[in-house]
């Protein structure tokens, strides 16, 4: 079972920036889809922002022009950048990676706090 593993979360002050990775334990192929969603506790889990394999990038539109997501194939890694975050970014941010085959892999989150 592959696992996703996310690192650069934390606490940020409003304004601030910061840059989450994404590593799979092991290579992943036949991927269609990977990047992030968050969560905000009494909420459902929302998209933040996704890259496919054909290179098309979709944002939430709260993020627009705040976040950037990419891809470093060679270390088979996706990472968001937020700038200018907002208290309302803070979240539990989730690692994702959707398949060919519709399965969907999720990493276990790791929280985003923005102080204003």
């Known amino acids: 079972q592959v696992q996703l593993v996310e690192s650069g979360g934390g606490l940020v002050q409003a304004g601030g920036s910061l840059t989450l990775s994404c590593q799979p334990s092991?290579?992943?192929?036949?991927?269609?889809?990977m990047g992030w969603y968050r969560q905000v506790p009494g909420k459902q889990r929302e998209l933040a922002a996704v890259?496919?394999?054909?290179?098309?990038?979709r944002y939430a539109e709260s993020v627009k022009g705040r976040f950037t997501i990419s891809r470093d194939s060679a270390k088979n890694t996706v990472i968001l950048q937020m700038n200018t975050k907002l208290p309302e970014d803070t979240a539990v941010y989730y690692c994702?990676?959707?398949?060919?085959?519709?399965?969907?892999?999720w990493g276990q989150g790791t929280q985003v706090t923005v102080s204003s």
């Open positions: 092991a290579t992943i192929l036949r991927w269609h889809t």
């Open positions: 890259i496919t394999s054909g290179g098309n990038i």
């Open positions: 994702y990676v959707h398949m060919i085959s519709g399965y969907d892999h």
